[in-house]
T-cell receptor, first 112, second 114 residues
């Protein structure tokens, strides 16, 4: 059974810092990995989708990497802003299916 | 805007009552899903569907039922509400067999059972 772990559970940084969020998964037989953002009381917004054949994906100040062999992904946020404050979730398809298995998320607070 | 629409956004139920959570998507996605999210926990899959007329159980299906009569709609039914079903429910959809475009989520339904 696929398990996804996100570290740290919470992170507080001053505005302007670069930061890294970590995601690890137990079954490396995945065909993609997706990072989501969730604001309090809101739904999930897709940030980046990395295919298994890719090692990186970039969108603006966000960069996600994927290392299937080690079962790890990182989300790098450059020059953090207070508007980046949210919970960040990573998710991978379960083995042999398209159902997503989610981590519990990292709650990010960017202090002005 | 195209996407996944969920109704209602909020609902309070009494123990033993029934209700249906509505979900509709207009992206012609074959795959649709229902997840629940409890505080401090990751999302758990309740039911999913790979196309009209086809549904299957996820990780936590007890106490719920679904149907998929059209590609667009995937309602979730609670027959006898229990306090353990207090949660936030998310509907999602995706392209089949590819995953190239990832998943699209609705904005959620916050349900409280008292």
């Amino acid at each position: 059974k696929q398990e996804v772990t996100q570290i740290p559970a919470a992170l507080s940084v001053p505005e302007g810092e670069n930061l890294v969020l970590n995601c690890s998964f137990t079954d490396s037989a995945i065909y993609n990995l997706q990072w989501f953002r969730q604001d309090p009381g809101k739904g999930l917004t897709s940030l980046l989708l990395i295919q298994s054949s890719q090692r990186e994906q970039t969108s603006g100040r966000l960069n996600a990497s994927l290392d299937k062999s080690s079962g790890r992904s990182t989300l790098y946020i450059a020059a953090s802003q207070p508007g980046d404050s949210a919970t960040y979730l990573c998710a991978v398809p379960g083995a042999g299916s398209y159902q997503l298995t989610f981590g519990k998320g990292t709650k990010l607070s960017v202090i002005p | 805007n195209a996407g996944v629409t969920q109704t209602p956004k909020f609902r309070i139920l009494k123990i033993g009552q029934s209700m249906t959570l509505q979900c509709a998507q207009d992206m012609n996605h074959n795959y649709m899903y229902w997840y629940r999210q409890d505080p401090g926990m990751g999302l758990k899959l309740i039911y999913y569907s790979v196309g009209a007329g086809i549904t299957d159980k996820g990780e936590v299906p007890n106490g719920y039922n679904v149907s998929r009569s059209t590609t667009e709609d995937f309602p979730l039914r609670l027959e006898l509400a229990a306090p353990s079903q207090t949660s936030v429910y998310f509907c999602a959809s995706s392209y089949p067999g590819q995953g190239t475009d990832g998943y699209t989520f609705g904005s959620g339904t916050r349900l409280t059972v008292v």
